[in-house]
């Protein structure tokens, strides 16, 4: 048991690791941009910060429409190989090994066809996106926010909205080369990126170079064409791949409409998940704002580390998806149930380790993010650290759960499942214990221990049902 447990977290890290570290890159490239704004001022950095906000929003739920791009891709090209295998084995009969080796089929159709749809996709999502973005930056106003910032946020989502397109169409062929479990060029492409927009930053910032002196809007252009450029690397890195090359086709106008659909249908609950969470999260983040400042800069400081390790939670879960909808398509239930184990386990042993460190070293970890001057703020954050150390175990599970259930294509059970979660037991869980026990931010955190707990359950419980019934649908064609 425990050769096999290693021998399959092997396996999954080879895919996880690489996608861990790609979202910890992704997180250094926001920081950078927040540095860089704060470094401006304090109505520049409130304004960027607002853009940034609304951005995200929008480029979260875009990814979520490609996301199954990868599931799809993997599933395709497994059933390719058990075809190839197949040829093969019916060729060893009669033939030399150079013509069994012959005989594998060049880029299969269907995986060529996602390709096409996911970038189909990503393009209608990008326009859409950002002509919203536009069209949010003329409400601002509105909602009651101060007539300085509007107007520096407005020409942030101005400079941005160019580079959701670029942004989207990236994470597509993404998801593609996380499909053929070949993800390697991902960590050195955002790498890099983490440096280049940095430059760009400082030199549209300040207009060196004889460039013009932009300000904010620099941040934003520079942004863009971070995203641009990304994607363009990623492009060509693929054509260089052998075997992504044949499979790489940009032409979206022949995409398959059958293909589209599909994508979109499983794309919006994915879609709807995201931005459901990231709005949980939002709605929490006012309510310790209504218990003062330094309630809110605890809250802040401590949900900015829990947001960090939970790269690790998305690295395993789009990990453990695709090597689900791989072993789906081969027919392996029993490496679809040992998948749902092993990610765990090794979400667990990250997250102990992670939690340990709260505990005893809390003031080293609050360091970078909270002003230590402000000695209740610290004594809050403290105190918040002792919840954290339980709930990332909970948050890791629950998105490991909803990354299990994309690998069987469920994309609305955990839709559902999230909804009840976060809004039906979390967030009402969260408002009693701070307001009505009186406990206040450590409430809110203790009902968000909850929420996710409940989710967490409930996805996981969700997946093993679905593998017994796949399993008991299977037993009379065996039979």
């Given at each position: 048991?425990?050769?096999?447990?290693?021998?399959?977290?092997?396996?999954?890290?080879v895919?996880?690791?690489?996608l861990?570290?790609?979202?910890?890159?992704?997180?250094?490239?926001?920081?950078?941009?927040?540095?860089?704004?704060?470094?401006?001022?304090?109505?520049?950095?409130?304004?960027?910060?607002?853009?940034?906000?609304?951005?995200?929003?929008?480029?979260?739920?875009?990814?979520?429409?490609?996301?199954?791009?990868?599931?799809?891709?993997?599933?395709?090209?497994?059933?390719?190989?058990?075809?190839?295998?197949?040829?093969?084995?019916?060729?060893?009969?009669?033939?030399?090994?150079?013509?069994?080796?012959?005989?594998?089929?060049?880029?299969?159709?269907?995986?060529?066809?996602?390709?096409?749809?996911?970038?189909?996709?990503?393009?209608?999502a990008?326009?859409?996106?950002a002509?919203l973005?536009?069209?949010?930056?003329?409400?601002?106003?509105?909602?009651?926010?101060d007539?300085?910032?509007?107007?520096?946020?407005?020409?942030?989502?101005?400079?941005?909205?160019?580079?959701?397109?670029?942004?989207?169409?990236?994470?597509?062929?993404?998801?593609?080369?996380?499909?053929?479990?070949?993800?390697?060029?991902?960590?050195?492409?955002?790498?890099?990126?983490?440096?280049?927009?940095?430059?760009?930053?400082?030199?549209?910032?300040h207009?060196?170079?004889?460039?013009?002196?932009?300000?904010?809007?620099?941040?934003?252009?520079?942004?863009?064409?971070?995203?641009?450029?990304t994607?363009l690397?990623?492009?060509?890195?693929?054509?260089?791949?052998k075997?992504?090359?044949?499979?790489?086709?940009?032409?979206?106008?022949?995409?398959?409409?059958?293909?589209?659909?599909?994508?979109?249908?499983?794309g919006?609950?994915?879609?709807?998940?995201?931005?459901?969470?990231?709005?949980?999260?939002?709605?929490?983040?006012?309510?310790?704002?209504?218990?003062?400042?330094?309630?809110?800069?605890?809250?802040?400081a401590?949900?900015?580390l829990?947001?960090?390790?939970?790269?690790?939670?998305?690295?395993?879960?789009?990990?453990?998806?695709?090597?689900?909808?791989?072993?789906?398509?081969?027919?392996?239930?029993?490496?679809?149930?040992?998948?749902?184990?092993?990610?765990?386990?090794?979400?667990?042993?990250?997250?102990?380790?992670?939690?340990?460190?709260?505990?005893?070293?809390?003031?080293?970890?609050?360091?970078?993010?909270?002003?230590?001057g402000?000695?209740?703020?610290?004594?809050?954050?403290?105190q918040?650290?002792l919840?954290?150390?339980?709930?990332?175990?909970?948050?890791?599970?629950?998105?490991?759960g909803?990354?299990?259930?994309?690998?069987?294509?469920?994309?609305?059970?955990?839709?559902?499942?999230?909804l009840?979660?976060y809004?039906?037991?979390?967030?009402?869980?969260?408002?009693?214990?701070?307001?009505?026990?009186?406990?206040?931010?450590?409430?809110?955190?203790?009902?968000?221990?909850?929420?996710?707990a409940?989710?967490?359950?409930?996805?996981?419980?969700?997946?093993?049902?679905?593998?017994?019934?796949?399993?008991?649908?299977?037993?009379?064609?065996?039979?």
């Amino acid at each position: 048991m425990p050769s096999t447990l290693l021998r399959d977290s092997r396996a999954l890290g080879v895919l996880a690791v690489p996608l861990v570290l790609t979202q910890l890159a992704q997180v250094a490239l926001t920081t950078t941009d927040t540095v860089m704004m704060g470094l401006l001022g304090t109505a520049e950095l409130a304004a960027g910060g607002l853009a940034i906000v609304i951005f995200n929003q929008l480029r979260t739920m875009g990814v979520g429409l490609v996301t199954s791009v990868g599931n799809q891709t993997a599933a395709a090209a497994a059933r390719a190989e058990q075809h190839a295998a197949g040829g093969a084995a019916r060729a060893e009969v009669s033939a030399a090994p150079d013509d069994v080796r012959a005989e594998v089929p060049p880029a299969p159709d269907d995986v060529r066809a996602i390709v096409r749809a996911g970038l189909a996709v990503a393009t209608l999502a990008g326009i859409v996106g950002a002509v919203l973005m536009v069209l949010i930056g003329q409400t601002l106003p509105w909602l009651g926010q101060d007539p300085a910032v509007v107007d520096l946020a407005r020409t942030m989502l101005y400079a941005l909205a160019p580079g959701l397109l670029p942004c989207l169409w990236f994470q597509a062929l993404r998801q593609f080369t996380v499909g053929m479990r070949r993800p390697q060029a991902l960590l050195r492409i955002t790498i890099a990126s983490v440096a280049v927009n940095a430059a760009l930053n400082w030199v549209l910032i300040h207009g060196t170079f004889g460039l013009p002196q932009l300000g904010l809007i620099g941040v934003g252009t520079a942004t863009s064409t971070v995203y641009l450029l990304t994607f363009l690397a990623l492009y060509l890195s693929a054509k260089r791949d052998k075997e992504l090359a044949p499979l790489l086709s940009l032409n979206i106008a022949k995409a398959d409409p059958e293909a589209v659909r599909r994508l979109v249908r499983l794309g919006i609950p994915i879609a709807a998940t995201y931005g459901s969470e990231a709005g949980f999260f939002s709605v929490t983040a006012l309510m310790a704002g209504t218990f003062g400042p330094d309630a809110l800069a605890a809250h802040t400081a401590v949900n900015q580390l829990v947001y960090i390790v939970f790269q690790v939670a998305v690295g395993l879960s789009h990990a453990a998806s695709i090597n689900v909808s791989r072993e789906l398509a081969l027919g392996d239930l029993d490496a679809a149930r040992r998948i749902k184990n092993t990610a765990l386990a090794c979400a667990a042993a990250v997250m102990t380790v992670v939690g340990i460190l709260y505990v005893t070293v809390p003031r080293l970890v609050l360091a970078p993010f909270l002003d230590t001057g402000s000695d209740r703020a610290l004594a809050i954050a403290t105190q918040l650290l002792l919840v954290t150390a339980f709930l990332q175990f909970f948050d890791c599970a629950q998105n490991i759960g909803v990354g299990l259930l994309r690998g069987l294509d469920d994309t609305r059970s955990g839709f559902r499942i999230t909804l009840v979660g976060y809004w039906a037991v979390g967030l009402p869980a969260s408002w009693l214990l701070a307001h009505a026990l009186g406990l206040d931010t450590l409430g809110i955190w203790l009902g968000l221990l909850t929420g996710l707990a409940t989710t967490a359950v409930l996805l996981l419980r969700r997946y093993a049902h679905s593998l017994a019934r796949r399993e008991a649908d299977a037993l009379p064609a065996t039979a």
